[in-house]
């Protein structure tokens, strides 16, 4: 069974932080990319950022962000690499992963409404059977969203509301008869969502920002999960240039995709 898995969201085009992570994380089973990798652009620009990881993570799964223009998921596709509306089996654990989030005020590439999210959530299920407790014992299951589930730490804005997605609560709050729940989902989305917080049977974990150098760090024991909540230890002129870059391209990415959007 996979051992020690790294979990890294909101990269928003940030590379400078990638080898600092890759060292302090060597050796990692797994890692987990929970989307907006680029800021409002395509696949040209996430393969540039996810090469250091692929490099350093043998064994890498990804969802695309909700400011990820679609040609990210195809991209991931094509590498090998998606979890978006899907599941699998990998190290004794069960993976599945939805990208994008419920609708914003940003009207962002990848947005979906509730109806359809519930829909990709479903589809990533563990077969029908297994859990059941006639056919086959369940593996432990990570769910990987970009999105959080709504009213929990995970989801809350800096001015107090809750943002995230009512379909994901419902999915990790509802009966399941002929599967198990997830018992981990690693989500992030709204940066200052830092925190841990059960839903049900289910522990819902957000980092935060890895534009931030923020990340998780999941150990694994006997089919059990613990979060830490990492962040890395960065020197001060470093910070405070990336996170400039990281302002200027988001900028310029949201407002080219606006006015392709209004020139459409």
Known sequence: MLQRIVFVTDLHDLRAFLPAFAEVEAGADLCLVGGDITNFAGAAEARAVLAPLREAFPRLR???????????????????????????????????????SNHTPLRAP?????????????????????????????????????VPPRDTVADRMFAGPHVGSRALRGFLEEAAPLWHRPGLNLCGHIHEGIGQERVGETLVCNPGAFASGRYARVLVRDGAFRVELCRLSLPRV?????????????VIGYGRHRLSSLLS
Request: hydrophobic share 40%; charged share 15%.
């Open 110 to 146: 990848t947005e979906y409404g509730e109806e359809a999210l519930s829909a990709l959530l479903r589809a990533g299920q563990p077969p029908a059977g297994q859990g059941s407790g006639v056919t086959a014992p369940a593996p432990p299951w990570i769910l990987i969203t970009h």
């Open 62 to 100: 990804a969802v695309p962000g909700n400011v990820d223009r679609p040609g990210v998921a195809g991209l991931l596709e094509e590498e090998g690499l998606p979890l978006h509306g899907r599941g699998e089996a990998m190290g004794g654990l069960w993976l599945s992963g939805v990208g994008g």
């Open 238 to 250: 470093l910070r405070l240039r990336a996170r400039a870059q990281m302002i200027t391209s988001k």
